[in-house]
T-cell receptor, first 114, second 111 residues
């Protein structure tokens, strides 16, 4: 079975500052990893994904994440945040050989302050 | 191209009432999913359908039933609503492992 832990429930940060949202996972098989973003009163949108290959993955809106297999982590980073990045962010894992079911973390609320 | 659509957007039920949440996708995806989202708990899978004609239970299936009507449509039914089913419900679809596309959600309140 797989599990995902997002280490921070809320991350407050000032506009134009860098941010890191932390995600650790547990799995006995190889996995795909994802970050989704949810803006208020909307559904989830895919930010980025790691399937294989380069461990540094770039996504939309200037976000990137690094897959670290030895530490079973997939932290999300952005060098300079905007007010519009205020949202809830979800890390998710999927076994690489299944029907596509996702296991989600509990979510991290990013609050960007002016 | 509408993606994943859900109806209704909002619903208030009384305990014991029944209702069906509708979901449709126009991306020709094989797999479809129903999740519920509760504060501090992320999204939890209720049921999924890997392909037309198949459905399987997810993490929290009790109190729900589903129907994969055809490749496009996947409905979720609450036979006898309970206050514990107050939540936001999301439908999603995917063509490949993991990369899911989500609908806008249905906010359900059971009083």
């Amino acid at each position: 079975a797989q599990s995902v832990t997002q280490l921070d429930s809320q991350v407050p940060v000032f506009e134009e500052a860098p941010v890191e949202l932390r995600c650790n996972y547990s799995s006995s098989v190889s996995v795909y990893l994802f970050w989704y973003v949810q803006y208020p009163n909307q559904g989830l949108q895919l930010l980025l994904k790691y399937l294989s290959g380069s461990t540094l993955v770039k996504g939309i809106n200037g976000f990137e994440a690094e897959f670290n297999k030895s530490q079973t982590s997939f932290h999300l980073r952005k060098p300079s945040v905007h007010i519009s990045d205020t949202a809830e962010y979800f890390c998710a894992v999927s076994p690489s050989s299944n029907t596509g079911k996702l296991i989600f973390g509990q979510g991290t609320t990013l609050q960007v302050k002016p | 191209n509408a993606g994943v659509t859900q109806t209704p957007k909002f619903q208030v039920l009384k305990t014991g009432q029944s209702m069906t949440l509708q979901c449709a996708q126009d991306m020709n995806h094989n797999s479809m999913y129903w999740y519920r989202q509760d504060p501090g708990m992320g999204l939890r899978l209720i049921y999924y359908s890997a392909s037309e004609g198949t459905t399987d239970k997810g993490e929290v299936p009790n109190g729900y039933n589903v129907s994969r009507l055809n490749k496009r449509e996947f409905s979720l039914r609450l036979e006898s609503a309970a206050p514990s089913q107050t939540s936001v419900y999301f439908c999603a679809s995917s063509v490949m492992a993991g990369e899911q596309y989500f609908g806008p959600g249905t906010r359900l309140t059971v009083t």
